[in-house]
């Protein structure tokens, strides 16, 4: 299967701290990490951990940095053809105290996709096309048309978007946004997503904080409960999450099996710093 992905690539420094300094304060870093990142870069390296061939459409600097970037895409096996150098590359700092994520960002404008970047062919010959919404709406847009297979989008859609969606993944805060309702159980999802396949796509999988992941589709919806790992950092969790539901519904699963794919890819995500994770081999 074939699945591109259009969103961030980065550089992510990830640092692990006893406690958070105030104004003038300084804490000992416990654990420190370098590694390739951004969510689009995330979500594509997963698919190549499930199985998948991957590609990703995305912006790496016309720096060192950003040659590393596309060299490690690379020897992760993703498809980086499309993969655009300009500018400066993006940057995240990640500080982590108590599995709580902090984060400090650096994405200059030259760092985020534009219409003009989504027109390599890799969007037409995917089995589908994982939008990350955190890029302008015009390269969204753009993406979604020259899209001829399943279309993800992952983050808080516009009416325009969700109308031309298959799939609209949200974390907890994304949902409320999107509904402009409470979510603060799983009926409450449930609802939601009713909602939201009113406005277009045919399958919804949204966040109940620190409970479950509801899917929704016209006849059926299934609550998945969190697994139980320790919580390090949650970062790439929900990347991890798209990553195995992309992956799962283009293999043909039913959703309810495709929400527990993703949940547990999830789970494994948060168990140390960083949004790097090792999905090889998962299996529920």
């Not at 590359?89 to 760092?111: H, K, M």
């Not at 992952?154 to 409470?182: I, K, N």
């Not at 539901?245 to 960083?274: M, S, T």
Request: with cysteine; proline share 3%; aromatic share 2%.
């Amino acid at each position: 299967m074939r699945i591109a992905v259009v969103g961030q690539i980065a550089r992510d420094l990830v640092l692990v701290v006893p406690e958070v300094p105030g104004a003038s304060g300084t804490a000992p870093v416990l654990e420190r990490r370098e590694m390739l990142g951004g969510k689009g870069a995330n979500i594509a390296v997963d698919l190549v951990q499930l199985g998948a061939s991957a590609a990703v459409v995305g912006v790496a600097g016309e720096d060192e940095v950003g040659g590393r970037l596309v060299e490690q895409l690379r020897a992760d096996g993703v498809d980086v053809s499309a993969v655009v150098r300009r500018g400066r590359s993006a940057l995240i700092v990640n500080v982590v105290c108590d599995g709580q994520w902090r984060y400090l960002e650096d994405f200059p404008d030259s760092s985020l996709v534009t219409e003009d970047d989504v027109t390599a062919s890799v969007l037409a010959e995917a089995d589908a096309v994982v939008v990350q919404l955190q890029q302008p709406s015009a390269a969204v847009m753009a993406a979604i048309r020259r899209a001829d297979g399943l279309v993800v989008l992952d983050g808080t859609a516009s009416e325009e978007q969700l109308a031309a969606a298959d799939v609209v993944r949200a974390d907890h805060h994304e949902g409320e946004v999107l509904t402009g309702r409470r979510i603060s159980s799983a009926e409450d999802a449930v609802k939601a997503g009713r909602e939201l396949l009113g406005r277009g796509p045919s399958l919804v999988a949204l966040e109940v904080k620190g409970e479950a992941n509801v899917l929704v589709w016209s006849s059926g919806d299934a609550v998945v409960p969190l697994t139980e790992e320790d919580v390090v950092d949650t970062t790439g969790g929900g990347d991890a999450f798209v990553a195995a539901l992309a992956f799962a519904l283009v293999r043909g699963d039913h959703p309810r099996d495709a929400g527990r794919l993703a949940v547990a890819a999830a789970g494994r995500a948060v168990g140390h710093p960083g949004g790097r994770s090792d999905l090889t081999g998962l299996r529920v």
